[in-house]
């Protein structure tokens, strides 16, 4: 590839065995000798493993699993052997610019070219028409050769200086170089350009994909196709066996590194597999631009750069089937999962005895088995925790038959009752401590075996289905077959069942199918019903939850279990069920096997563009619901950024619910609310792809965003409970998901930059005003401005009709807008009283929107809570969601302002103003989500009032929340449908001033 000798021939891979991939050197010259880079080079990616042997690196001892705080290969230092018979070229020369010098390439093996190659024929164009394995594209000018410094963030250091591209993999790499140390000093800090993996997508014509190894980790092949629901970031299937019809997508383990052990979970009827991927997705990044020298005032430029970039996250993936298909299961653990790097695989339940030998066979790993007890308690504990409406309970007869319950803050004590083959209980005490107080063996397994014996069925769910259809009052004796009527004596009703099955022994007729399986459902339940009741009322616990294969969603099942708990508790133990109960051991088993990565200490949401969902109607015998083995689809979870706690305000933790309105439960707000957003998807689309003007597919990701989101819309018209409860939060929340997986960061970023600059010039203009007026006069005019400011929210039709049809609709406009006081919610008069007091300790300020909303309602107000005293902690979302402000943008406007303002600048300067993230990225807000970090500084300054701004934030959610300090919510209802149900009209106001009850 390079000049001289040793650019003759090409390098190939051949695959040895089931081991990864060797390079072969093919041509007339001998190999050359090894030659390190002596500033040391960070190789990541897929292909990191291949690159080194390509590249006859000599690698360290134990660089082949790489430490995880550094996953990839790590050449250490050495000499710089330069090839003889170099050509001066940038290609020749074995040598390219990087940081402060020249980091060396290994002479006479992959030699860096001005293009990055692309795979052509089997083997790697290096761009100059010649194969061959890898291409290095050179740093071109002298931007890209300034070493990064304390004024240059890696993310304005410019692009980075090339990828090793193999098979048409992008890899990531990174040249960590040191400065020269001076005479008698230690060496500086590394620094280090990376750039992140990308996936090339498969032509429509290209054969089908076949599956590679490099790097101890999957990588994709050139031909691999886009994965239809995230085309940056493919995603692991089901085998097909397991799925009706899939696409063919795999998971990218980015940065060479190994994937944490992947356990499978296999109980005794059920394999339930859980596996862990790390995925791509696409971030919108703001930079300030460098304006020393400018005023800032009549600079045209934006106030910042957009730029959007690659991240990897973490995912969690969750599915179960019926063990008929465990040789599927395998195939797929050991095509897609199993890597260079993994050794063991762990197991539990009974299918870790049953199958060990078949999994050592076929995987050839070593099988860990897992304590059983110790996997449920840790999977429910998981879930418990980190998804929002877990646990429900479950009420046939009322509307809805689903009512989720709320996060608790202390999940402790409680009684896991799990059915599977058999029935186990258990008191869990804490995170570490429980006990196994009984069981029995009457259990799923019961129901299953006794089930087939009756009807000759042989499919579980065609069990359920049968039960569903049946009547069991003709196989059961019930009290009024015996007695005539109730029992008066013992409080007996007629329709309890006295003997299940009593009738068939005495009934000369042959009883149905569906009657046999109804009774035999009933009997079993309530049995385990009882049970469970006893055990409950025994520990003196009034929480019992019910997981395991039998429930698995089915209404008789859930209905016959409650009816048991209720009537022997006598009410005073409730009985809950788990959306993803199916999948506790799992994932306590995927927990145990990924301790190095400690999972427990971040927290974790449920993926709602692509994972489960609850279903109350009886399961079908369809093939894709028979493969799938159960009523559940498949879960994922989304690593999320930061640990998420409750705000230490709340009055009540344990009773906060965030959402104003259960759309579950009120059928005529769902069914506007519903139709609302179905509306508004044109709109959302066309503002998706006027996002991405330079990008070729954006229309046709819109498209596939616009046919997910009305999916899931019209699944929640038929299943309102699908994802727990149903709210306006909730189809905010997916909507925000679904643009995500189609990589629509944020399609309101150019919208936030002007108008963020627009605002930003009529701050002077705005505070001079206030400044003029008097001391109760300027109160009133604060509290007008913040409200005008909430009208500029592009997530409201009206609004953004007015925005788009009237460019110059600002500020004044926008303030003659507001409803005439009195306001539809009033307390002004005595948050006036209270300004008259003395001044507040520390005030949070969750604030809404970029623009004016932030810059001329928001920055006033708190500029006057500072000039009194008060300190200020101004909280702004983790990441987008509509045209909502960001931290990050937070920070460029604070800085802006302070520039223009000495009470904003010396706030900053004296650490009495502060900007923190929410850790959300939703147009509502959930205090028990909160980022714990603003939770930690609120508690240490003492914050003594709460500043709820916005419709999503104030109206649909947390206009009932009760906090321990003073707290005021304002909003402008800019939906006619809403401000109608409140008793007002369009741009009402309601501002709600409350003081804690002593």
């Not at 050509?87 to 030699?111: D, F, N, V």
């Not at 761009?127 to 300034?146: F, M, T, V, Y």
């Not at 790097?341 to 009974?350: C, L, P, R, S």
């Not at 009410?571 to 999972?599: M, S, T």
Request: aromatic share 8%; hydrophobic share 35%.
């Amino acid at each position: 590839m390079g000049g001289g000798p040793a650019g003759r021939g090409r390098w190939q891979g051949r695959r040895a065995g089931r081991g990864p991939r060797r390079a072969q050197r093919f041509g007339p010259c001998s190999p050359r000798p090894p030659a390190h880079c002596p500033s040391g080079l960070v190789v990541r990616g897929p292909s990191a493993r291949r690159l080194a042997v390509a590249a006859r690196l000599q690698l360290p001892e134990g660089a082949a699993r790489p430490e995880r705080s550094m996953p990839g290969i790590v050449v250490p230092p050495g000499e710089a052997r330069r090839s003889s018979d170099s050509r001066g070229s940038s290609a020749g020369s074995g040598r390219i610019p990087a940081a402060e010098g020249w980091l060396p390439r290994p002479a006479g093996a992959l030699a860096p070219v001005s293009g990055v190659g692309t795979r052509t024929g089997g083997s790697c164009s290096s761009g100059r028409g010649k194969p061959g394995w890898a291409a290095l594209s050179a740093a071109q000018g002298p931007e890209r050769r300034r070493p990064l410094g304390p004024s240059r963030s890696p993310a304005s250091a410019g692009p980075a200086l090339g990828r090793w591209r193999f098979g048409g993999v992008s890899t990531a790499w990174t040249w960590t170089s040191r400065p020269p140390p001076a005479s008698g000093q230690a060496p500086g800090p590394p620094v280090a350009y990376r750039e992140p993996p990308r996936a090339r997508t498969r032509p429509a014509s290209a054969p089908p994909a076949t599956r590679r190894r490099a790097g101890g980790c999957l990588a994709l092949p050139p031909s691999l196709p886009a994965c239809p629901s995230r085309p940056t970031a493919p995603l692991m299937p089901v085998p097909r066996a397991l799925t009706a019809q899939q696409p063919r997508c795999w998971t990218v383990l980015p940065h060479g590194r190994p994937a944490p052990q992947h356990p499978a979970f296999t109980g005794g009827s059920l394999t339930k597999l859980a596996y862990y991927s790390t995925v791509q997705h696409k971030v919108a990044k703001v930079r300030s631009f460098d304006h020393s020298g400018k005023d800032a005032e009549q600079d045209h430029e934006p106030p910042y750069e957009i730029s959007v970039q690659e991240e990897v996250t973490a995912r969690l993936h969750f599915v179960k089937f019926e063990n008929t298909y465990i040789e599927a299961c395998l195939d797929f653990i050991k095509d897609h999962l199993v890597n260079t790097e993994t050794k063991v695989i762990q197991a539990t339940g009974g299918g870790a005895y049953k199958f060990k030998d078949l999994i050592e066979e076929k995987l050839r790993l070593k099988v860990d088995k897992e304590d059983v007890m110790t996997c449920l308690i840790k999977g429910c504990n998981f879930v418990l925790k980190n998804i929002p409406h877990e646990a429900f309970v479950y009420q046939k007869d009322s509307d809805p038959e689903f009512r989720f319950q709320t996060n608790h803050p202390n999940i402790f004590p409680y009684l896991l009752v799990n059915i599977g083959s058999g029935v186990s209980i258990v008191k869990v005490e804490t995170e570490d401590r429980f006990e196994w107080i009984g069981g029995s063996s009457i259990g799923g397994g019961t129901f299953w075996g006794l089930g087939a014996l009756l009807t000759k069925t042989k499919k579980f769910d065609e069990l359920l289905h049968l039960a569903s259809k049946g009547h069991h009052t003709n196989v059961d004796m019930l009290v009024q077959d015996i007695y005539g009527g109730a029992h008066e004596t013992l409080g007996l009703s007629g329709n309890l069942i006295a003997s299940s099955f009593g009738k068939s022994a005495t009934a000369d007729r042959e009883f149905s199918k569906e009657d046999m399986a109804k009774s035999l459902l009933h009997m079993i339940s309530n049995d385990i019903g009882q049970l469970a009741c006893l055990y409950a009322r025994l520990h003196c616990l009034d929480r019992v939850y019910f997981g395991g294969f039998f429930i698995r969603g089915h209404p008789v099942t859930m209905r016959t279990i409650t009816y048991s708990i209720n009537f022997f508790s006598k009410g005073e133990v409730q009985a809950l069920f788990l959306r993803h109960e199916g999948y506790l051991g799992a994932i306590g088993a995927f927990l145990k096997g990924a301790e190095q990565d400690n999972p427990n200490q971040y927290s974790w949401g449920e993926n709602y563009a692509g994972s489960s969902g609850l279903r109350s109607s009886p399961p079908e015998p369809c093939p894709s619901q028979r493969t799938r083995g159960g009523a559940f689809d498949l879960l994922e979870m989304d690593r999320l950024e930061r640990p998420l706690v409750n705000l230490p305000l709340l009055l009540d933790p344990s009773s906060y619910v965030p959402d104003t309105v259960d759309l579950t439960d009120d059928a005529l707000a769902r069914k506007y609310w519903l139709s609302c957003f179905e509306e508004a998807l044109d709109g959302v689309v066309k503002r998706a792809v006027a996002s991405q003007p330079g990008s070729v597919d954006a229309a046709e990701r819109a498209e596939k965003f616009r046919q997910k989101y009305w999916n899931k819309l019209q699944t929640l018209r038929h299943q309102p409970f699908a994802y727990g409860t149903l709210t306006v939060r909730s189809l905010l929340d997916t909507r925000e998901h679904c643009l995500n997986e189609f990589s629509f960061p944020d399609p309101y970023s150019k919208v936030k930059q002007r108008e963020n600059g627009v605002a930003l010039k009529c701050f002077q203009r705005v505070i001079r005003s206030l400044d003029a007026l008097g001391w109760e006069e300027r109160q009133l005019a604060l509290v007008k401005g913040l409200l005008a400011g909430n009208v500029f929210d592009w997530g409201a039709k009206a609004v953004s009709d007015v925005l788009e049809s009237d460019p110059q609709f600002g500020f004044e406009e926008a303030k003659r807008k507001l409803q005439e006081r009195p306001w539809l919610v009033d307390s002004y008069s005595k948050w006036l009283q209270r300004l008259k007091g003395p001044p507040h300790k520390c005030a949070l300020i969750f604030a809404d929107n970029s623009g004016v909303d932030v810059i001329l309602g928001v920055f006033p107000f708190v500029r006057e809570l500072l000039s009194r005293g008060t300190e200020v902690i101004l909280a702004c979302n983790s990441g987008p969601a509509l045209n909502d402000v960001t931290y990050s943008e937070s920070l460029i406007v604070a800085e802006r302002i302070a520039a223009m303002d000495p009470v904003i600048h010396s706030a900053l300067r004296e650490e009495r103003l502060l900007l923190m993230q929410t850790g959300s990225s939703s147009p509502c807000l959930d205090l028990s989500r909160l980022d714990k970090g603003l939770a930690m500084l609120v508690r240490e300054r003492g914050a003594d009032l709460v500043v709820i701004e916005g419709m999503g934030r104030a109206v649909h959610t947390n206009y009932y929340a009760s906090l321990r300090c003073e707290s005021l919510k304002l909003a402008v209802i800019k939906n006619s449908w809403l401000a109608e149900r409140l008793g007002g009209r369009l741009f009402s106001v309601i501002f709600k001033y409350e003081v804690p009850a002593e």
